[in-house]
C-alpha cells in the first residue's frame, strides 16, 4: 500500500503544499530534524536512514530551532509510545515544520485516521520506511547527492552503534502490536551485517549492540545461530565489544548458552523480558514459559558467566490480573533480582487479542502497581551497583566531561552500569578499565587500575 497522506495544509511560509512538491526554503540544503522513538531496532533503522538522508544532501539533525523537514520515527508498542510520537508532530506543527513525516510501527498500524490541526502531511507506514530517503529527495525535487558518504549535520563520533540483525517476530503473544506492525521473523545475512559492523568501527564504535525484535531467532543461511555471528563480529577486530540488545527467555537454551560463554568481549549483560510472575497471566499472555521456567534460565545464565547482570521488563496490569498474580511478580522478581528493571502499564492495543479480553485492570490499580515495581526496581540496581564496588570493570566512555583542570569519561561498564572514570587522553567510543571505588544511587564512580595514573585504555 502507497504511503497514505492525511491532510494537504502548506507550508508555514504558503510557498509550497506538502502535497503540492516543489523545494523547500534553505541555504545549502534542507534542514531535515529526524527524532527517533521505541526500541533499539527502530533506533538501528533510524540511523541509517538519517545518513542515507544526509548523502541525498539533506542537513540533518536531532534537532534544528527551525526544521523545515520534520520525520517522527514511532513507536506503537503502548499507548504512552503513541501519546509520544502524536506530541512529537504536534511540537514540529507547531514550530512551523513545513513537512512533517510520520513513519515506523505507529505508522504500519495507524496508517489512516489522523485528524486535527497537529497531524503529519504524510504517513510512510513501517514496510515502506526504507524507500523514505528517496521518496522526500524525489517529492522535494533536490538535485541529487553531492556527496553520497554524507554525514548528519553535526553529528559527533558515535561511542555505541545499534545493528539491526532480524526483525519481525512469530511469538504469539496475545498484547503484543509489533507482528502486526513488522510480521514474522526475518534474518538479515551475515555478510551484510558485518559490513555494517565494519562502517561503525571505522566511524569510532567501541561497543556493538546486536539488535533484533526476536533475536535469538537469528540464523544465518547455513543454520548459523547467533552465537556464531557474535564470534564472526568479534572476529572483525580489537578494541570494541559486543552485547546483546534483548533474548526472550524461551530462545536462552543450553547451546546457544554454551555459544556464547567464554567470549572475552561479550558484555556480560542479557535482556531478558519477564513481563509477568504468574504464570495464570503468562499463559493468558501467550508467553512461552512459566515462571520456574525463566527462574532455571537465569540460574544457568548465572551458573555460565561470571556475575551477569540480567535486565527485564515486566507489565502489570494485563486483563484479569489479580493481587495474587501481582504478588506472584513481586515474589519472581525477589529471587531473580535483576539489576535494572523497565516496568510498564499494559495498554490495549487495537487488533491484538488481549485488547478483546474481560477483566481490564482499573488504571488506578495499574498505576500503584507500577509505583510499588518502580521502587523495587530502584532498590534493586543500587543492590547491583554495590556489588560491583572493589571490582575491575570496562567503561565506555560515551562523553567526556571537563573541568577545574579534570577530565573525566561517563558511560556504561560491560554489566550495564551508569559510571564516570577520571583520566586523560580519552576518547569517545574508548574502552577504558578501572576499579570502581564509589556508588552513589546506582552510579559508580570508577578510578584507574592499581600502578596506573590515568585511565587504562583497552585495545586502543
Not at 85 to 103: N, W
Request: glycine share 14%.
Amino acid at each position: 500500500m502507497a504511503a497514505s497522506e492525511p491532510g494537504r495544509h502548506g507550508g508555514a511560509n504558503g510557498e509550497w503544499g506538502p502535497g503540492g512538491g516543489g523545494t523547500l526554503p534553505g541555504d545549502g540544503g534542507i534542514r531535515l530534524e529526524f527524532v527517533d522513538f521505541g526500541c533499539k531496532v527502530n533506533q538501528a533503522e533510524g540511523r541509517e536512514l538519517r545518513a542515507r538522508l544526509a548523502s541525498l544532501g539533506f542537513r540533518v539533525s536531532a534537532r534544528w530551532e527551525r526544521p523545515e523537514v520534520t520525520v517522527v520515527n514511532a513507536c506503537a508498542v503502548t499507548a504512552v509510545s503513541e501519546a509520544k510520537a502524536r506530541k512529537e508532530t504536534a511540537r514540529a506543527k507547531r514550530r512551523g515544520s513545513s513537512l512533517v513525516v510520520l513513519t515506523g510501527c505507529l505508522a504500519e498500524v495507524r496508517r489512516e485516521g489522523w485528524a486535527g490541526p497537529f497531524h503529519p502531511d504524510l504517513v510512510v507506514p513501517q514496510s515502506e520506511k526504507q524507500g523514505l530517503p528517496e521518496m522526500l529527495a524525489e517529492r522535494l525535487r533536490l538535485p541529487g547527492p553531492a556527496d553520497r558518504r554524507g554525514r548528519p549535520e553535526g553529528r559527533r563520533a558515535k561511542a555505541k552503534a545499534f545493528i539491526k540483525v532480524q526483525d519481525g517476530c512469530g511469538h504469539p503473544c496475545t498484547y503484543c502490536i509489533v507482528p502486526l506492525a513488522r510480521g514474522g521473523p526475518v534474518s538479515l545475512p551475515g555478510k551484510n551485517i558485518l559490513e555494517e559492523v565494519r562502517s561503525c568501527l571505522e566511524e569510532g564504535a567501541g561497543e556493538i549492540v546486536l539488535c533484533g525484535i526476536n533475536l535469538g531467532a537469528w540464523r544465518g543461511e547455513g543454520g548459523e545461530r547467533l552465537d556464531g555471528l557474535v564470534r564472526s563480529v568479534l572476529g572483525l577486530g580489537e578494541g570494541f565489544r559486543v552485547r546483546l540488545s534483548s533474548l526472550d527467555p524461551e530462545d536462552l537454551d543450553n547451546g546457544l548458552l554454551e555459544g556464547l560463554s567464554g567470549l572475552e568481549r561479550l558484555c556480560p549483560h542479557l535482556h531478558l523480558p519477564l513481563q509477568s510472575g504468574s504464570d495464570r497471566v503468562l499463559k493468558a499472555m501467550g508467553r512461552g514459559y512459566l515462571a520456574e521456567e525463566y527462574l532455571e534460565r537465569v540460574e544457568m545464565l548465572r551458573r555460565r558467566w561470571d556475575s551477569p547482570a540480567v535486565t527485564t521488563d515486566v507489565m502489570v496490569g494485563f486483563p484479569g490480573e489479580e493481587e495474587e498474580d501481582f504478588a506472584a511478580t513481586v515474589e519472581l522478581l525477589e529471587k531473580v533480582r535483576p539489576s535494572r528493571m523497565h516496568v510498564f502499564r499494559y495498554s490495549p492495543r487495537p487488533g491484538t487479542a488481549a485488547a478483546r479480553l474481560q477483566g481490564q485492570v482499573d488504571e488506578g490499580v495499574k498505576r500503584d502497581r507500577a509505583s510499588r515495581l518502580a521502587c523495587l526496581g530502584s532498590e534493586l540496581r543500587r543492590e547491583f551497583a554495590r556489588s560491583q564496588l572493589g571490582r575491575e570493570a570496562v567503561l565506555l566512555a560515551e562523553s567526556l566531561a571537563r573541568g577545574g583542570g579534570k577530565e573525566a569519561a561517563w558511560g556504561v561498564t560491560e554489566r550495564y552500569v551508569r559510571a564516570s572514570l577520571e583520566g586523560t587522553g580519552m576518547e569517545v567510543g574508548g574502552l577504558y578499565r578501572g576499579v570502581v571505588a564509589v556508588e552513589e544511587g546506582g552510579v559508580l564512580g570508577m578510578r584507574a587500575g592499581s600502578g596506573s595514573p590515568a585511565a587504562g585504555a583497552v585495545g586502543r
